[in-house]
């Protein structure tokens, strides 16, 4: 999410991040239905591109997996085009 309006910078941007967290319970999967990972990991990317009048940005994430029935982790992706006019 682009936070700063008037960045007068132009061309490609990158970022890149990992985090991992223990979650002790949730309201959305509640125990004993579901046991929770205990750690659950996050690796995300994203490339940005900002010319004068249009932005585009792709950004994907890896989610690993958040409770223990659950086979595998999920990949999730975004676009965003921004105008200006």
């Known amino acids: 999410y682009q936070t700063l309006e008037d960045t007068p910078g132009r ?3 990158f970022l890149m991040g ?3 967290a223990k979650v002790f319970s949730s309201a959305w999967l509640p125990e004993p239905a579901h ?3 205990p750690l659950r990991h996050r690796l995300r ?3 940005h591109w900002q010319g004068r009048h249009i932005g585009l940005f792709y950004g994907a994430a890896w ?3 958040e409770f223990a029935a659950q086979p595998t982790g999920q990949a999730t992706g975004v676009f965003q ?3 200006r006019f």
Do not use: E, I, M
């Open 35 to 37: 046991a929770l990972t």
């Open 11 to 13: 061309g490609f941007s």
């Open 45 to 47: 990317a994203g490339a």
């Open 18 to 20: 990992y985090d991992a």
């Open 81 to 83: 085009l921004r105008l």
């Open 63 to 65: 989610l690993g997996p």
